[in-house]
């Protein structure tokens, strides 16, 4: 992944509301975002290659914690790159039947937009969106 210059943010949209909302964006789109702390140690549990994601876009806040509405932090600007996630998923061996990501098995592929999906293995967890300001 290219290094953040300064003014730039990655942001962590999770494929589940994506889909659930049909929302899309695209490289080039101006965007104005209220975002929330994001799950880092997700993240870092998924990617093969460690990535610094402070921030997500939740669809769903109104249904966060006190806690986690109190992290807010509004954001304005044009989207530069975004990268889709992807991971297998496999039997965690300590919990019958129950599946999780592959520890450090997440691919990451550009892209030109969230409806733009590349061929992958497994299944796309989310997105990692970089925005300008």
Avoid: C
């Amino acid at each position: 992944m290219p290094a953040l210059n300064d003014g730039e943010l990655d942001v962590w949209l999770t494929e589940w509301q994506i889909e659930e909302d049909g929302y899309d964006v695209a490289v080039g789109d101006e965007i104005t975002w209220s975002l929330y702390a994001a799950d880092q140690p997700w993240i870092d549990h998924i990617l093969e290659a460690p990535r610094t994601v402070p921030l997500q876009l939740d669809f769903y806040a109104e249904e966060l914690s006190e806690v986690e509405r109190a992290t807010r932090e509004d954001v304005r600007g044009t989207i530069i790159r975004i990268d889709q996630v992807s991971v297998r998923f496999v039997t965690d061996p300590d919990k019958r039947g129950f599946s999780m990501p592959e520890t450090r098995g997440g691919q990451q592929h550009s892209v030109s937009s969230l409806s733009d999906r590349r061929p992958h293995h497994g299944s796309i967890d989310g997105r990692v969106v970089r925005v300008r300001s």
